[in-house]
Nanobody, 127 residues
Framework: QVQLVESGGGLVQAGGSLRLSCAAS????????MAWFRQAPEKEREFVAA????????TYADSVKGRFTISRDNFKNALYLQMMSLKPEDTGVYYC????????????????????WGQGTQVTVSS
């Protein structure tokens, strides 16, 4: 089992930037496909970005392409999300998630396909 803890959220004006971090512990980090999701008030949790274990493959939601960048440091057991040109609609609680290593190696975009979750970090973008 892997434990995940997010940090780096906050309040930022539209057009600004934030960098989220996710610290992993408990198991070797590199085999896990990792992802970021977010959830706005009264909305379902939605996919943001995912990255393969080695970091060579990524996928993004259309709404964040060109503005957000997912990355990881397997030596530090950390996942990151660099967010630029933030918009009010980016507001929400951001979660990092890990896909169980027993699953098929695939960058999936549905919350149910990830097994481990952090507690989330709030991002608020003001207009």
């Amino acid at each position: 089992q892997v434990q995940l803890v997010e940090s780096g959220g906050g309040l930022v004006q539209a057009g600004g930037s934030l960098r989220l971090s996710c610290a992993a512990s408990g198991r070797t980090f590199s085999p896990y496909i990792m992802a970021w999701f977010r959830q706005a008030p009264e909305k379902e949790r939605e996919f943001v970005a995912a990255m393969s274990g080695g970091g060579g493959v990524t996928t993004y939601a259309d709404s964040v392409k060109g503005r957000f960048t997912i990355s990881r440091d397997n030596f530090k057991n950390a996942l990151y999300l660099q967010m630029m040109s933030l918009k009010p609609e980016d507001t929400g609680v951001y979660y990092c998630a890990a896909r169980g290593v027993y699953r098929i190696i695939e960058l999936t975009t549905t919350p149910s396909s990830y097994d481990y979750w952090g507690q989330g970090t709030q991002v608020t973008v003001s207009s």
